[in-house]
Nanobody
């Protein structure tokens, strides 16, 4: 089993910054990718992928956060960070970390419990 724990959420003013952290532990053979998603307060909206980092350290970002958010891997390969700058009220959401374990097939994904980010003055 794999455990995923996020941390670093909180309340921040518009224009401010936050750094989220995600750590995976347990029976991890190989991490294929790690990513950050968010679920806005509106229940009609879907959970969206914001940023992902692959096993070769390549990254990709959603257009909505490109240039403002940066995903990076920690010294321990099972940790990942999301540096969020120039935060806007519309960034308010629960942020989730996804860990995809395996090589090519099969792949298994695991999720953290989420961390709340609120951007408000």
């Amino acid at each position: 089993q794999v455990q995923v724990v996020e941390s670093g959420g909180g309340l921040v003013q518009p224009g401010g910054s936050l750094r989220l952290a995600c750590a995976a532990s347990g029976s991890i053979s190989s991490i294929y990718a790690m990513g950050w998603y968010r679920q806005p307060p509106d229940p009609e909206k879907e959970r969206d992928l914001l940023a992902a980092i692959m096993s070769d350290d390549s990254t990709n970002y959603a257009d909505s956060v490109k240039g403002r958010f940066t995903i990076s891997r920690g010294d321990a390969k099972n940790t990942v960070y999301l540096q969020m700058n120039s935060l806007k009220p519309e960034d308010t959401a629960v942020y989730y970390c996804q860990v995809v374990v395996g090589t090519l097939s099969p792949l298994y994904d695991y999720w953290g419990q989420g961390t709340q980010v609120t951007v408000s003055s």
